[in-house]
């Protein structure tokens, strides 16, 4: 496989969320900020409108909760000559246009070996399923009551938020709402380390005047109930380069959303290590592994010592939370399992 950089969209069964938050629905509710998330294309953009006192910075905190993410932010929007002047009703594009396909040429690309594995791009589409630590499950707003004379909401249903945390919230703001459907421990340590969940909808704050924000659903995926719980939103699609891997990190493959044995490319995984370890979005984990492909030729673990490391899977992180990182595998020879150990191999 050549070194050129590939655009590959995930196709395995993890649902994209194709939802469009438009504000003509909801005149009554309307405000300045609009977010356009995308519908059934992966080359449809997300446009934040930006508001009076926004920066490049605050944007990437609060759609990507990193704000380190600016100047890739910035790549996707030529229109902004300066990124210190963003003025009120500026688009800014969070999700960039999808590229054109390169040209097919004619002949034949030799590489140093047919198992390796150049850096790709990848663009991370919405999942239906999802993965918080226990202090983010702690930190998450319910949604309690709703002024709905039913058990089940569903659209344009009004609900009331409570925060028991200090947050500041504003009439404008959404937030992704979620269920926990089971908790998760690490493979190896049996310590437990938060829930998986599933995204049930989107929710956006209309008013923030009592302790209880009034809230309306804009969109929902499945039915609704009071008790489930919100989190900050972020946008279903984002476009992830590669980065070169500052430091060497060890970790565990602790978890997956696809009731699978075995992992290949395109599975969305959990690594037990995240920003306090020195993980960004755009490093890349490989699984790595000693000895020969075929068992009966192959030593004992003990005696592999003589085999080279060879890479058989590569890990792209999508998102890095502090302790954990999401991942998409963009690249197998071999399928491996949770558990797997992987290496962020510095200057990789």
Do not use: C
């Amino acid at each position: 496989m050549s070194g050129a950089t590939l655009l590959r969209t995930p196709l395995r069964a993890l649902a994209i969320l194709a939802v469009t938050l438009a504000a003509a629905a909801f005149p009554a509710v309307a405000s300045a900020q609009e977010i356009q998330v995308s519908g059934g294309s992966a080359g449809e953009m997300n446009v934040y409108i930006a508001e009076e006192g926004d920066t490049l910075w605050d944007i990437a905190d609060r759609f990507f909760s990193d704000p380190d993410y600016w100047p890739t932010l910035w790549s996707f929007n030529p229109q902004i000559t300066n990124p210190n002047w963003i003025f009120p009703g500026d688009q800014v594009f969070l999700v960039p246009p999808q590229p054109q396909a390169a040209k097919k040429q004619e002949g034949y690309q030799v590489t140093e070996s047919r198992y390796s594995a150049g850096p790709r791009t990848e663009l991370a589409l919405g999942r239906r399923v999802g993965f918080v630590t226990e202090d983010e499950f702690k930190g998450s707003g319910v949604l309690q009551n709703s002024r709905e004379e039913k058990i089940w909401l569903s659209d344009h249903d009004e609900a009331y938020i409570r925060f028991e945390t200090q947050r500041r919230i504003k009439p404008g703001d959404l937030f992704l709402i979620y269920r926990t459907v089971g908790k998760v421990k690490h493979p190896v340590t049996h310590k437990k380390m938060g829930y998986q969940v599933k995204y049930l909808g989107v929710a956006k704050v209309t008013a923030t005047d009592a302790k209880l924000n009034k809230s309306v659903l804009l969109t929902s995926f499945e039915e609704i109930e009071r008790g489930d719980r919100v989190a900050p939103f972020a946008p279903l699609q984002r476009m992830v380069p590669p980065v070169k891997n500052a430091s060497a990190v060890a970790g565990t493959v602790v978890m997956t959303f696809d009731d699978v044995p075995y992992l290949g490319e395109f599975h969305y995984v959990i690594i037990d290590r995240g920003t306090a370890d020195g993980v960004q979005a755009g490093n890349r984990f490989v699984v790595r592994e000693k000895g020969d492909g075929v068992p009966k030729f192959n030593p004992k673990a003990s005696k592999r010592g003589d085999f080279p490391p060879e890479i058989y899977g590569e890990i792209l992180v999508i998102e890095a939370g502090e302790s954990t990182s999401l991942g998409i595998i963009d690249y197998t020879n071999r399928e491996f399992e949770v558990g797997a150990p992987v290496d962020m191999l510095a200057g990789y």
